[in-house]
């Protein structure tokens, strides 16, 4: 017996778009659920064709670089969803999101360790002076020893002063304490209860307080037009002159010009940057002064790290679009939607 063919069609699955090259597993695990657009070349994409990109789109996978807002938004009727790979979020204009009822998630939590770890690593190589030494080095310069060569500051038993004090802040704050004996000043949008200060060994003062008792300023604290420039020339200033300066957080937290003006005149004594305001872009200042170690937004980039960023994006991606719930969801109205 010959059976008709059924002309019923198969539901059609969600199509994504995955703005950024990824690891091709991310991509597998994708198309169990999803017609995938990949970007496996890179290609970096104007914001209009980003809009096209993602025309029949109902989720993007986003690396933090690509900015969604109302325009785009309103040009993209069918999205969904946009979930970052990274725990920054200041890509995502989050109340046009929500009015247009795309929810915007990110990856918060399996990068507190790494970025924690790239936190010291670079506060010890601007306090040790360790590129200064290595650029020395490498040119040939190095024929004696001197007393006072490439002397640095103390870290062990010295003051760290944290702004922001969330996930990845207090993480430094306990290697600070119990790792290297330091004294922990922070400040915060709001205090820590007080067991938390407790496991952090971490005391709470004001900005001013932190500014000027701290032999070490670590910059972990969100982007928000709050926090733009919140370390700018009047609060280099108020830093001591032997202080180092280390942002891990967020370009624009810092007026890189303004930073590089007190490098330049050693008003403070070194700088280490992982983000920059404009990045990829760097300040040209900030190229021509030796105190300062400068690295590529890299402080979550250990293999393992970024594998979980990727894989909790995907995990957001599929409870959302198949399931009806994000793990990670950063506007709740539209997730409780």
């Given at each position: 017996?010959?059976?008709?063919?059924?002309?019923?069609?198969l539901?059609?699955?969600?199509?994504?778009?995955?703005?950024?090259?990824?690891?091709?597993e991310?991509?597998?695990q994708?198309?169990?659920?999803?017609?995938?657009?990949?970007?496996?070349d890179?290609?970096l994409w104007?914001?209009?064709?980003?809009?096209?990109?993602?025309q029949?789109?109902a989720?993007?996978?986003?690396?933090?670089?690509?900015?969604?807002?109302?325009?785009?938004l309103?040009?993209c009727?069918?999205?969904?969803?946009?979930?970052n790979m990274?725990?920054?979020?200041?890509?995502?204009?989050?109340?046009?999101?929500?009015?247009a009822?795309?929810?915007?998630?990110?990856?918060?939590?399996?990068?507190?360790e790494t970025?924690?770890?790239?936190?010291?690593?670079?506060?010890?190589?601007?306090?040790?002076?360790?590129?200064?030494?290595?650029?020395?080095?490498?040119?040939?310069?190095?024929?004696?020893?001197?007393?006072?060569?490439?002397?640095?500051?103390?870290?062990?038993?010295?003051t760290?002063?944290?702004?922001?004090?969330?996930?990845?802040?207090?993480?430094i704050?306990?290697?600070?304490?119990?790792?290297?004996?330091?004294?922990?000043?922070?400040h915060?949008?709001?205090?820590?209860?007080?067991?938390?200060?407790?496991?952090?060994?971490?005391?709470?003062?004001?900005?001013?307080t932190?500014?000027?008792?701290?032999?070490?300023?670590?910059?972990?604290?969100?982007?928000?037009?709050?926090?733009?420039?919140?370390?700018?020339?009047?609060?280099?200033?108020?830093?001591?002159?032997?202080?180092t300066?280390?942002?891990?957080?967020?370009?624009?937290?810092?007026?890189?010009?303004?930073l590089?003006?007190?490098?330049?005149t050693?008003?403070?004594?070194?700088?280490g940057?992982d983000?920059?305001e404009?990045?990829?872009a760097?300040?040209?200042?900030?190229?021509?002064?030796?105190?300062?170690?400068?690295?590529?937004?890299?402080a979550?980039?250990?293999?393992?790290?970024?594998?979980?960023?990727?894989s909790?994006?995907?995990n957001?991606?599929?409870?959302?679009?198949?399931?009806g719930?994000?793990r990670?969801?950063?506007?709740?109205?539209?997730?409780?939607?």
């Amino acid at each position: 017996m010959i059976h008709p063919t059924s002309t019923t069609a198969l539901p059609a699955r969600p199509s994504v778009l995955v703005t950024r090259a990824i690891f091709p597993e991310v991509l597998s695990q994708l198309r169990v659920h999803f017609e995938v657009d990949a970007n496996q070349d890179d290609v970096l994409w104007s914001p209009q064709e980003l809009v096209q990109r993602l025309q029949g789109k109902a989720g993007a996978f986003m690396t933090g670089t690509e900015k969604v807002h109302a325009d785009l938004l309103a040009q993209c009727p069918e999205l969904r969803i946009c979930a970052n790979m990274t725990v920054g979020y200041n890509n995502f204009d989050l109340p046009a999101m929500t009015a247009a009822g795309v929810l915007g998630t990110n990856a918060p939590d399996v990068l507190t360790e790494t970025t924690a770890d790239f936190g010291f690593a670079l506060l010890l190589a601007t306090a040790r002076r360790v590129t200064e030494s290595e650029h020395f080095l490498r040119a040939g310069q190095w024929n004696r020893w001197r007393y006072d060569m490439f002397a640095g500051a103390e870290v062990h038993g010295s003051t760290l002063g944290i702004i922001g004090m969330g996930r990845i802040g207090q993480a430094i704050a306990k290697r600070a304490a119990f790792g290297f004996g330091m004294q922990v000043l922070y400040h915060n949008r709001s205090r820590l209860d007080v067991a938390t200060e407790a496991q952090c060994q971490a005391r709470y003062v004001d900005k001013d307080t932190l500014l000027r008792g701290a032999d070490h300023v670590m910059l972990v604290l969100p982007y928000s037009p709050q926090a733009h420039h919140t370390i700018a020339a009047p609060e280099l200033a108020r830093m001591k002159p032997t202080a180092t300066l280390i942002n891990i957080a967020r370009g624009g937290i810092v007026d890189d010009a303004a930073l590089a003006q007190a490098l330049r005149t050693r008003q403070i004594a070194a700088a280490g940057l992982d983000v920059f305001e404009g990045e990829p872009a760097v300040h040209p200042d900030l190229l021509s002064v030796a105190n300062v170690v400068l690295t590529p937004h890299i402080a979550s980039a250990t293999d393992g790290t970024r594998r979980a960023m990727a894989s909790l994006a995907v995990n957001n991606l599929v409870d959302y679009l198949v399931h009806g719930r994000a793990r990670t969801p950063l506007n709740q109205p539209v997730a409780r939607a």
